[in-house]
């Protein structure tokens, strides 16, 4: 099976750095199922094609099959045409292209070229329409050449066999991974054992295309060897945000918050301000406190790089719209092990809220009672006192920007009081003082210049030296 890769960018033997592999040699790569060679039909300064051959080894194809082995473990296309074996060859050989590497010319890395890749012989049982369907959504331009099942014998019809040429100014990262992808969902009969990592794989390369894909379903049931468990719970970590069982009448307040800010679509950017936050602060474990429905658990679990999340809120029936949200029950188990749902209040101390690296406190502080604040000061930061706290809470100044408030109005009837900018920064501050951190305040929304925005945002971070 061939894979060619060719670019016409200038010079374009850099193809070669961004490869990692030198134009003017052969180099051969052993596989478990064979061998893996790449070499250079042509390398000038105005046009270079890569190839990645692959020979398979006969033999893998039936070791470990039963003993009653048939013609077809023998007889079978799986040799010539790009299949699993490719995808694993492109991950193998490719690897540091593929992860978006260059040691050399780094600056490439993420500067759209124009490419080209063709696949000698492709199966595709769904025929054109499918093949299009699967690529020209990333922005390809395919062109297709049909094969017939035998050229003597054209009576016979078409073979369920493709060329395929894909053309696109891209990023070479992404071209590898949407074939690292795409070709396996082509595959009738992926040679490895699927299971929870393959779901991994699938949302790792897939981040930043296969959510918005149309093909998505089909892509998830394909490349996942058409266990259908397996697709469904790739397919509810894809989606951010989608629609949850309908709300008692307790959960009808905050519908009615939502309403009274549906203009800025603010909650959309709390969650994204906090994410940016938590994300910079190099966090890996991670408290959502006063969690809720689970909406910002559920962004931190579509991102990898938090290991372990908890999230802690006084309701129960919070936590299991938040359960639901999560597709808890049918999480893979590595999933289900990063992430874990407590039930709790915020103002007694709680040592399984310890040893954590930070914290989000979103639109929670206004729920409790003056009364109650200082215990909550207590529980966050000086018992739980992880190195980064975010916390974001209304400002009471932009609620006249608001045409649903009466004047004087919350704008939830369970807020217990709402800030002004100065009142939170008055109160920030002496967390400051109070516990050993620093403070830095961050708008979010849209900002007005006399009200401020209609979110306000403090990032605690823990002095070193407290």
Known sequence: MLLTITTTYQPATDLGYLLHKNPANVQSFSLAFG??????????????????LLDIDPVYLVRGRDKSSTLDSYVNDRPYVAS??????????????????????????DMPLPLQAQLAVVPARGGET??????????????????????QYPQWGESPYFTVTLDATSRLRDLLTHLYVLIPVLDGDKHYWIGDDEVEKLLKRGKGWLETHPE????????????????????????????????????????????SEQTVRLNEQRLGAVMAVLRQSGARRVLDLGCGEGKLLK???????????VGLDVSYRALEIARNRLHFDRLPTKQRERITLLHGALTYRDKRLEGYDAAAVVEVIEHLDPSRLAAFER???????????????????????????????????????EWTRQEFQVWATKMTERFGYTVNFLPVGPEDAGVGSPTQMAVFSLRRSA
């Open 299 to 309: 962004l931190l679990l579509q991102d990898t790089s938090f290991e372990k999340i």
């Open 35 to 52: 061998q893996a060679h790449v070499f250079y039909p042509e390398a000038t300064a105005e046009r270079c094609t890569a190839a990645l």
């Open 130 to 151: 499918f093949l299009r369907r699967l690529f020209e959504p990333l922005g390809y331009t395919v062109t297709l050449t049909s094969h017939r099942l035998d050229e």
């Open 84 to 109: 699993s074996f490719l995808s694993v060859a492109i991950a193998d050989v490719y690897g540091t292209a593929l992860n978006g590497r260059s040691t050399r010319r780094p600056e490439l890395v």
């Open 379 to 417: 529980v966050l930061f000086e018992f739980a006192r992880p190195k980064t706290i975010v916390v974001t809470t209304p400002n009471a100044e932009y609620n006249i920007k608001f045409e649903t408030l009466h004047a004087g109005k919350f704008r939830h009837q369970d807020h217990r009081f």
């Open 216 to 259: 998505r379903e089909r892509i998830a049931y394909r490349y996942l060897k058409h266990r259908r468990s397996l697709a469904r719970a790739a397919l509810s970590r894809l989606i951010v945000e989608e629609s949850v069982e309908e709300e008692t009448d307790e959960e009808q307040p905050t519908m009615k918050e939502a309403e």
